[in-house]
């Protein structure tokens, strides 16, 4: 059993930073896609970021891109998003998630994905 375990969120004004952690515990493979989902109010989880741990290739969604990096720890178990620019509509409950067969084809999709954290607040305020 993996377990997934998200901390950083919080409460920051428009323009500034935070950096969300993911710590993964239990059966992991050398290789899987972990990925940063959020979900707002009223609205769909969407996928954020992407990182293939064994590769290193990440992925992004377009309205975070240039804003948003993705990067994991030196022991592989640790996932971490970076998070810039922040806006009012970055506010959402971040999730952390693992793909254990690594479909980066389709890693935007949440059903792709067969652990999920419990998730970490950010409140970006204008």
């Known amino acids: 059993q993996v377990q997934l375990v998200e901390s950083g969120g919080g409460s920051v004004q428009a323009g500034g930073s935070l950096r969300l952690s993911c710590a993964a515990s239990?059966?992991?493979?050398?290789?899987?896609?972990m990925a940063w989902f959020r979900q707002a109010p009223g609205k769909e989880r969407e996928g954020v970021a992407v990182?293939?741990?064994?590769?290193?290739?990440?992925y992004y969604d377009d309205l975070v891109k240039g804003r948003f990096t993705i990067s994991q720890g030196n022991a592989k178990n640790t996932v971490f998003l970076q998070m810039g620019s922040l806006k009012p509509e970055d506010t959402a409950m971040y999730y952390c998630?693992?793909?254990?067969?690594?479909?980066?084809?389709?890693?935007?999709?949440?059903?792709?994905?067969?652990?999920w954290g419990q998730g970490t607040q950010v409140t970006v305020s204008s």
């Open positions: 239990g059966y992991i493979y050398d290789r899987n896609c």
């Open positions: 998630a693992a793909d254990l067969d690594c479909a980066l084809d389709s890693w935007w999709i949440k059903y792709e994905y067969d652990y």
């Open positions: 990182i293939d741990t064994g590769a290193s290739t990440t």
